[in-house]
């Protein structure tokens, strides 16, 4: 699968050792981060389903101030998943490296979906 970040297509990467690397790199094992995603997806179509009608502007709004709190914790999450799966693409570098080329993450990018999805696909 290829996602893109940012303007830059990077082909993904998953197989059985992902998850040992993930724990190795990060000191948290996948299926950890997996769940507080799982978490923050329920709060969100919950958010949804309870505004069903209205804009989606008003529904990513509402969503937005509801995670608020869990916003650092998420994208935490998602940007540790994501490198792991495009880690072995030529030029990534270190997560830090990584990290330092992307100018700005938006929530509402195809790609923090996409990830998501590859991951819940290929771990659960």
């Known amino acids: 699968m290829e996602i893109e970040i940012g303007g830059k297509k990077y082909q993904t990467k998953c197989s059985a050792y992902t998850r040992f690397e ?10 950890k981060d997996l769940a507080k995603l799982n978490d923050l997806n329920i709060k ?8 069903k009608g209205k804009s989606e502007e008003e529904i990513q709004n509402a969503i937005n101030m509801a995670l ?14 994501t490198y792991i799966f ?3 693409n030529q030029g990534v570098g270190s997560f830090k490296e990584w990290l330092q080329s992307l100018e700005k993450i938006e929530l509402s990018d195809s790609w923090i979906q996409e990830v998501t999805e590859l991951a819940v696909s290929s771990f659960c």
């Open 44 to 51: 969100q179509e919950a958010i949804r389903e309870s505004m």
């Open 68 to 81: 608020l709190e869990d916003i650092d914790e998420f994208i935490d999450t998602i940007e540790r998943i």
């Open 22 to 31: 993930y724990k190795q790199i990060f000191g948290v094992g996948i299926f």
């Open 86 to 88: 495009i880690k072995d």
